[in-house]
């Protein structure tokens, strides 16, 4: 079975751009997770979609956005980047139905720099 | 206040031996999961290890196994017979409660390991 997949991996982008981030799940899982992974904050919770709703939702400004589409896959976007946006930004799909024992999955991550 | 708290930035093993990583949580919710995922240098975080508050025995996974003492709130992850490839950044994850509300993992800062010849 194929892994979590993300695109693009890596990004250059300028201060007051906007970016699209992109996550296709493990095939039958319904949940996406997002992460942000920086230096100095560590891994915080960006949000959760399940079925195409956003389900759980992390401590960003609402200049971070997602959606999710009818076959799971979903998407990220950031929009008027800040410096401070420069991370790795990790997907993780999970079945989505298995209470606490539901298991994340993580992509490879996409490298995002703001200029 | 910190809810997973791993109190090893740095750790050194020896090939062949086994290394233990720390790991403390901070829950009042009787029903919760723990996580142990690594994560190389390429990024990607692969998932290790998982223990159920309500899970009797210590879980275990081939060369990992997870020393889970309830009353003192810690989950430490247990690496036999160390491999050069187990050098990498191992976090550790704890998700509360059933609800949907309390569906994200909450991370650790890590512990980076470094296995030597």
């Known amino acids: 079975k194929a892994g979590v997949t993300q695109t693009p991996r890596y990004l250059i982008k300028t201060r007051g751009q906007q970016v699209t981030l992109s996550c296709s799940p493990i095939s039958g899982h319904r949940s996406v997770s997002w992460y942000q992974q920086t230096p100095g904050q560590g891994l915080q919770f960006l949000f959760e979609?399940?079925?195409?709703?956003?389900?759980n939702k992390g401590n960003f400004p609402g200049r971070f956005s997602g959606r999710q589409f009818s076959n799971s896959r979903s998407e990220m976007n950031v929009s008027t980047l800040e410096l401070g946006d420069s991370a790795l930004y990790l997907c993780?799909?999970?079945?989505?139905?298995?209470?606490?024992?539901?298991?994340?999955?993580f992509g490879p991550g996409t490298r995002l720099t703001v200029l | 206040a910190q809810k997973i708290t791993q109190t090893q930035p740095g750790m050194f093993v020896q090939e062949k031996e086994a290394v233990t990583l720390d790991c403390t949580y901070d829950t009042s919710d009787p029903s919760y999961g723990l996580f142990w995922y690594k994560q190389p240098s390429s990024g990607e975080m692969i998932f290790l290890i998982y223990?159920?508050?309500?899970?009797?025995q210590n879980a275990t996974e081939g060369r990992y196994s997870l020393n889970f003492q309830k009353a003192r709130k810690s989950a430490n992850l247990v690496i036999s017979a160390s491999q050069l490839g187990d050098s990498a950044m191992y976090f550790c994850?704890?998700?509360?409660?059933?609800?949907?509300?309390?569906?994200?993992?909450?991370f650790g800062s890590g512990t980076q390991l470094t296995v030597l010849p």
């Open positions: 993780a799909s999970s079945l989505g139905d298995r209470g606490q024992s539901d298991t994340q999955y």
């Open positions: 979609y399940f079925s195409e709703t956003q389900r």
């Open positions: 223990q159920g508050s309500y899970d009797q």
């Open positions: 994850a704890m998700r509360e409660g059933y609800s949907g509300s309390a569906r994200q993992l909450t």
